[in-house]
């Protein structure tokens, strides 16, 4: 069965830092871009962080301008696990997080997305 599966979310003080984690199984990580989602609610689904595929390793990394230099998104093959470490969070980081694979075929993409995990920023 392939799914990606999150975990790592909670509750933190604003100034406090959270660790999320996403494993996937049913197929291999460093084959797919991958990479992390966020919707608050009333709000829309949007990018956080990805990494590209192995076969477009030529790309960067990338952020969206709120997480820049809070946020580091990164990929154990060895685990096929995606980690996204998240410093210095504020309030507006509150949200449900989302990991996301996406392989591209020639039928078509193939998007695996996570169920999701609550990160909540309060004091």
């Known amino acids: 069965q392939v799914q990606l599966v999150e975990s790592g979310g909670g509750l933190v003080q604003p100034g406090g830092s959270l660790r999320l984690s996403c494993t996937a199984s049913?197929?291999?990580?460093?084959?797919?871009?991958i990479g992390w989602f966020r919707q608050a609610p009333g709000k829309e689904r949007e990018g956080v962080s990805c990494?590209?595929?192995?076969?477009?390793?030529?790309?960067?990394?990338n952020y969206a301008d709120s997480v820049k230099g809070r946020f580091v998104i990164s990929r154990d093959n060895a685990k096929n696990t995606l980690f996204l470490q998240m410093n210095s969070l504020k309030p507006e980081d509150a949200a449900a997080y989302y990991c996301?694979?996406?392989?591209?075929?020639?039928?078509?993409?193939?998007?695996?997305w996570g169920q999701g995990t609550q990160v909540t920023v309060a004091s």
């Open positions: 990494i590209p595929s192995i076969d477009h390793s030529d790309l960067s990394t």
């Open positions: 049913g197929f291999t990580l460093d084959l797919y871009a």
């Open positions: 996301y694979a996406r392989l591209d075929t020639l039928e078509g993409p193939v998007e695996v």
